[in-house]
């Protein structure tokens, strides 16, 4: 079965190509190349034996994409993660996010409606829920006015892809990511932004090396326990396990909808000082911080509850918050080296 993966040399998207080729499935990659590196490439092939079929395309080029899939006109299932994926920047660029987003989910799905059996997993974010009104997070909660253009992109996407699945042979999973962080064991791979990172681990491990001067916490006057901002924090590990149960299930006709949603997390809050103390401890280094203003766009608290992904999918999030910081730890200092 060949499994087309885009953006499959970013971070999840590479531990995801991983699990993939584990359980034996043929992939072949589409990366364009702008948060990730073809060095990646080297990375999985050391860790499974076996380099994926890779295309450097930007799916933005609505012509490339339509070459692309006369090409390789066997394809079964699309893992869809090219995407832009900062809240900040898409503040600062909301014109970026919503090409990089949205164009690129239409021409795909253009060239998927025309196949007989369409199986598509979709990147999506618990942004969707915005500030949501009940810990933790169900399916079920409601679908908020988006706090920022990149949460808006996720749940313009999802409106697209249930619209299209009525009307076509489309049969999608939408996955709502909580925070995903980590790195493979084998420091083989891991997350490894261009430039300034936004998300919070890989700034700590950044400034834990001495690679930036310190790590800024974005308000400490959130109605939480110790007032720092609390997120679900899932080891990328888990989360890439869950996007070949959730594909199995469409390959096998498993799935009770044309369109199924589920939420991926551990079901625990950890506030931004709980994951710096723990960053600490597994990796014996003091961070250097400080507390500044809040960032816009960013929510008070989320964290999921998995009931229904533990019992429908069958799927759980096993490894722990130290696990992760410890192999994102790990995979900077051997990045670097």
Not at 31 to 55: A, H, M, Q, R, Y
């Amino acid at each position: 079965m060949k499994i087309l993966v885009t953006g499959g040399l970013g971070f999840i998207g590479s531990h995801t190509v991983v699990e993939l080729q584990n359980e034996g499935l043929e992939v072949i990659v589409i990366d364009n190349l702008s948060n990730s590196s073809e060095d990646v490439l080297k990375g999985i092939f050391n860790i499974t034996g076996k380099k994926p079929l890779f295309e450097k395309l930007d799916l933005r080029n609505k012509a490339s994409v339509q070459n692309f899939f006369k090409k390789h006109n066997d394809i079964q299932g699309v893992i869809h993660f090219a995407a832009s994926k900062a809240v900040g920047e898409s503040v600062e660029d909301p014109l970026l996010y919503y090409e990089n987003n949205i164009n690129t989910l239409v021409y795909l799905l253009q060239e998927l409606k025309e196949l007989s059996d369409a199986n598509f997993i979709f990147s999506s974010s618990c942004t969707v829920y915005g500030q949501a009104e009940k810990m933790p997070i169900t399916e079920n909660a409601a679908v908020q006015e988006a706090m920022s253009p990149y949460g808006n992109t996720k749940q313009i996407g999802e409106e697209i892809i249930t619209d299209v699945a009525k009307v076509t042979s489309l049969n999608a999973i939408l996955l709502r990511y909580f925070n995903p962080i980590g790195a493979h064991p084998s420091a083989e791979i891991g997350e490894l932004p261009l430039g300034v990172p936004q998300n919070l681990v890989p700034y700590i491990t950044q400034t834990a090396l001495g690679l930036r001067k310190e790590l800024s916490v974005f308000g400490n006057d959130y109605p939480t326990p110790d007032g720092t901002a609390i997120r679900d924090y899932i080891h990328v590990i888990d989360l890439a396990k869950a996007h070949v149960i959730a594909l199995k299930r469409l390959l096998n006709k498993q799935n009770l909808e044309k369109v199924e949603t589920f939420n991926l997390g551990t079901g625990t809050g950890s506030s931004v000082l709980e994951v710096i103390t723990t960053f600490e401890k597994v990796s014996g280094h003091k961070l250097n911080y400080k507390i500044v203003d809040r960032r816009e766009g960013d929510v008070t608290e989320a964290y999921a509850n998995t009931d229904k992904a533990n019992n429908i999918l069958g799927w759980k999030a096993n490894l722990s918050l130290e696990d992760a910081l410890a192999s994102a730890w790990k995979w900077e200092q051997k990045s670097r080296s």
